[in-house]
């Protein structure tokens, strides 16, 4: 049950990341503050906000999609060995009365190596998880990177930042400079054309 316990710790942490971006979903206060017309281009300084970015970019979605179901797979994988080894640990402790000693001591040496066996590969789950997690992060940054470098050179603009809410080294722009709304769309219009 402990070792269960730390790989739903582990992919809770992973997920948990996940969820946090798509409790972004939830969030509109960045929407408020977007402007309804383009910035113009002689502006140097812009920002994004990365919550409604984040909320809104097709390819973080399919992102977040794509963690969840390979959590959901290693959390079903995980679980359904764990089932299975309990299920021989209880027939064990059902049968142990009518084995001879000797059996006794071989399907405890089998039951005690198969369940270190478990452990390792619950771990292995985890940390696969946990690298699949940082793959796609480092491809979301990528990508957003890349756009937001050209769509800077196309803009004129000098500086693009971003805001979240809660971080606090953007602690207040003009909503003027917000270019969001159609940064968002843009970025989602490079997507759509890159997964035909």
Avoid: H, W
């Avoid at 316990?5 to 809770?12: G, Q």
């Avoid at 390819?59 to 309990?86: E, F, H, I």
């Avoid at 040496?109 to 452990?119: A, N, V």
């Avoid at 990177?145 to 769509?151: E, H, M, P, S």
């Amino acid at each position: 049950m402990k070792t269960r316990a730390i790989l739903f710790s582990k992919l809770a942490a992973g997920l948990l990341i996940a969820g946090t971006i798509a409790a972004c979903n939830q969030n509109k206060s960045g929407d408020k503050s977007a402007p309804t017309t383009p910035v113009p281009a002689n502006t140097a300084v812009v920002f994004v906000n990365q919550d409604s970015l984040l909320a809104k970019y097709d390819y973080a979605k399919d992102m977040r999609k794509r963690l969840q179901d390979k959590g959901n797979a290693a959390q079903n994988d995980v679980g359904s060995r764990q089932q299975a080894l309990q299920r021989e640990i209880a027939q064990y402790q059902k049968d142990q009365n009518t084995m001879s000693a000797n059996e006794r001591s071989m399907t405890e040496t089998r039951l005690q190596r198969e369940g270190q066996e478990f452990q390792r590969y619950q771990q292995n789950a985890g940390a696969d998880f946990q690298n699949a997690q940082a793959d796609e992060t480092k491809k979301l940054y990528d990508k957003v990177y890349a756009f937001t470098k050209q769509y800077a050179k196309d803009n004129g603009y000098k500086v693009v930042l971003t805001f979240q809410t809660g971080n606090t080294s953007l602690l207040y722009a003009d909503p003027g400079l917000d270019i969001t709304a159609d940064f968002v769309k843009k970025i989602n219009e490079a997507y759509a054309k890159e997964k035909k």
